[in-house]
């Protein structure tokens, strides 16, 4: 499962640690890893393969559920993922929710050569798609990662930043119909799923043009929609990751943080923000 909606319970490669269910009986004869290499991250990966070695299948389904995951517990993970892909070697190209364990055969990904320079590739898929929307909404576009750079934009307890998830197959939406305010670093972040952009626009119109907001998951036509909903006066840019397209608004888009003035954040052809 790469993003798709499930229903109900489908095979996948992996499941994440924020939530994993397994029948005690068989939990007492497969216990959890105590390698500490996986104490933090990918233990329920390194599970699910183990018991796919011995005969099971890991499958996973719909949740309401949020991983509320700071940017830094990323670290630790690429040695955890070596580790994982070394005990099980035959196993290739294993997604999981934070990239895919790679087969041996792609070592000279690791070369300082294509270490360094690899994301430029990337970074061209990317230009292109950003000359695209910059056509369709006449607005600023960076390239970025949102989920690792979230922590870098501007919000307080006074001036929280609110999130909203464009959920058009109801699956989650459904589940949270109203907000739910969790808190990063001790700032409020105000979530809110939306069922369509309808919805999304009726929730943005409570909003002034000072309030700190983040969209995820547009397509084109909902950011031409989102176009029209906004006030000449409410600033707002397009971002561009590899799997979706984000945008956000308020002082935010006005005062970016230093992040998205890096050369890796700037479309080719753009000028320097």
């Known amino acids: 499962m790469n993003g798709d909606a499930a229903v109900v319970p489908i095979e996948v490669d992996s499941v994440d640690e924020v939530l994993f269910m397994i029948r005690r009986d068989t939990l ?18 390194e599970l699910g393969l183990r018991l796919r070695r011995n005969g099971y299948r890991v499958g996973a389904t719909d949740s309401a559920l949020t991983h509320n995951s700071m940017s830094t517990n990323m670290r630790g993970l690429a040695a955890a993922h070596q580790k994982v892909r070394s005990m099980y070697p035959e196993f290739e190209d294993v997604r999981t929710t934070c990239g895919i364990l790679g087969s041996r ?6 070369l ?23 056509r369709l909404v006449d607005r600023q576009v960076v390239l970025s990662e949102l989920i690792e750079e979230v922590d870098h934009l501007a919000f307080s307890p006074t001036q929280p930043l609110h999130l909203f998830n464009l959920d058009r197959a109801g699956d989650f939406a459904g589940h949270t119909p109203t907000p739910t305010t969790l808190e990063r670093g001790g700032r409020p972040v105000i979530m809110s799923t939306c069922g369509s952009v309808d919805d999304l626009c009726r929730r943005l119109a409570s ?3 000072g309030s700190n907001i983040v969209i995820e998951d547009l397509d084109d036509d909902g950011l031409l929609q989102l176009r029209s909903a906004f006030s000449v006066e409410h600033p707002w840019i397009v971002g561009v990751q590899p799997s ?26 753009f000028t320097p923000i």
């Open 112 to 134: 300082p050569l294509v270490s360094d320079h690899g994301w430029r590739l990337r970074w061209l898929r990317e230009s292109r798609r950003a000359r695209a929307l910059r």
């Open 28 to 45: 007492l004869e497969y216990p959890l890893t105590e390698d500490p290499d996986l104490a933090w991250h990918a233990y329920a990966v």
């Open 244 to 269: 979706d397209t984000w945008v956000v608004a308020g002082p935010n888009a006005v005062e970016l943080p230093d992040h998205w003035r890096r050369r890796r954040a700037r479309p080719l052809g």
């Open 207 to 209: 909003l002034d043009a």
């Open 105 to 110: 055969s792609r070592r000279w990904r690791r």
